[in-house]
Nanobody, 119 residues
């Protein structure tokens, strides 16, 4: 069972930056596709970004393209989300998720980290 632990959330002013980290347990991290999702109060969880196991291919929600960057360090079993030019509408709990090779969807989730952007 993969365990994911997010960190790096906090309070930041609009226009500022934060970097989220997600540390994974297990020795096969390099085989997982990884994603970031977020859920704002009263809203459904939404996709933010995804990175393939090799790190060479990434996908982003239109709302964060050009501002957020997902990356991974397989040697550290960690995936990152660099968030720049933050807006109040980015306020949410951010979750990382793993898709193991045997699964057709994300099947492991972290506990989430709060990001609050003040105007």
């Amino acid at each position: 069972q993969v365990q994911l632990v997010e960190s790096g959330g906090g309070l930041v002013q609009a226009g500022g930056s934060l970097r989220l980290s997600c540390a994974a347990s297990g020795r096969t991290f390099s085989t997982y596709a990884m994603g970031w999702f977020r859920q704002a109060p009263g809203k459904e969880r939404e996709f933010v970004a995804r990175i393939r196991w090799s790190g060479g291919i990434t996908y982003y929600a239109d709302s964060v393209k050009g501002r957020f960057t997902i990356s991974r360090d397989n040697a550290k079993s960690t995936v990152y989300l660099q968030m720049n030019s933050l807006k109040p509408e980015d306020t949410a709990v951010y979750y990382c998720a793993a898709q193991t090779p045997s699964s057709s969807d994300y099947n492991c989730w972290g506990q989430g980290t709060q990001v609050t952007v003040s105007s």
